[in-house]
């Protein structure tokens, strides 16, 4: 049991930084490797497990659930609910992926699942610095890298995005990765 615990977790961090579309189809365009692992994580976890951490819920635990409240509450009164309705989702699919989190940060040692973000974060700057090198000394583009012609006070620039969507969710995912670095080091 505890294989496929720490198997899953792997899977979900090791995915996250994928952010290329698997489908071209207009509804599933949003979605990425990693979400696709969490959906498969959902039917894999042992469920009486994740059910019992409902049951002990902390003031976090109750401000994400109030979060999702609010935001059904704003799509039942709100007046666009085509965009309404895929917020909903989104936010439906963040406030589950914190309780996953929470389970597997309870079930699985906290070592494990820092090992994991730490090398999946080595890895993504490790494949955005090939990018970067390969711009900037052999003028090869590719999607590691984001050209700005006009980024401001400094003009032209290339951004290291990696396998990430944009340069800021590289620069974000960088920062987990840094944070459980130092905590795991000092």
Same mark, same amino acid.
């Given at each position: 049991?505890?294989? *496929?615990?720490?198997?899953?977790?792997? #899977?979900?961090?090791?995915? @996250? =930084?994928?952010?290329?579309? #698997?489908?071209? +189809?207009?509804?599933?365009?949003?979605?990425?490797?990693?979400?696709? &692992?969490?959906?498969?994580? $959902?039917?894999?976890?042992?469920?009486?497990?994740?059910?019992?951490?409902?049951?002990?819920?902390?003031?976090?635990?109750?401000?994400? +659930?109030?979060?999702?409240?609010? %935001?059904?509450?704003?799509?039942?009164?709100? !007046?666009?609910?085509?965009?309404?309705?895929?917020?909903?989702?989104?936010?439906?699919?963040?406030? +589950?992926?914190?309780?996953? @989190?929470?389970?597997?940060?309870?079930?699985? *040692? *906290?070592?494990?699942?820092?090992? /994991?973000?730490?090398?999946?974060?080595?890895?993504? %700057?490790?494949?955005?610095? $090939?990018?970067?090198? @390969?711009?900037? /000394?052999?003028?090869? =583009? !590719?999607? #590691?890298?984001? /050209?700005?012609?006009?980024?401001?006070?400094?003009?032209?620039?290339?951004?290291?995005?990696?396998?990430?969507?944009?340069?800021?969710?590289?620069?974000?995912?960088? !920062? &987990?990765?840094?944070?459980?670095? @130092?905590?795991?080091?000092?």
């Amino acid at each position: 049991m505890k294989n *496929k615990e720490n198997f899953i977790i792997a #899977l979900i961090i090791f995915t @996250l =930084p994928l952010q290329y579309p #698997l489908f071209e +189809i207009k509804f599933l365009k949003n979605l990425f490797l990693g979400e696709y &692992i969490f959906l498969i994580s $959902l039917l894999l976890i042992d469920r009486k497990k994740f059910i019992l951490i409902f049951k002990s819920l902390n003031f976090i635990d109750y401000s994400v +659930i109030f979060f999702l409240l609010a %935001c059904v509450f704003s799509f039942i009164f709100g !007046s666009y609910f085509k965009y309404s309705f895929v917020d909903l989702i989104g936010y439906v699919y963040l406030v +589950i992926f914190y309780f996953i @989190l929470k389970y597997f940060f309870i079930y699985v *040692k *906290k070592n494990k699942i820092y090992n /994991y973000f730490l090398f999946t974060s080595i890895f993504v %700057c490790a494949i955005g610095f $090939l990018g970067l090198l @390969l711009i900037v /000394y052999f003028d090869i =583009p !590719s999607s #590691l890298i984001h /050209y700005e012609n006009n980024y401001p006070y400094f003009g032209e620039v290339f951004r290291i995005q990696s396998t990430t969507k944009s340069p800021t969710m590289f620069n974000n995912f960088m !920062s &987990i990765g840094i944070l459980i670095s @130092l905590i795991y080091f000092l």
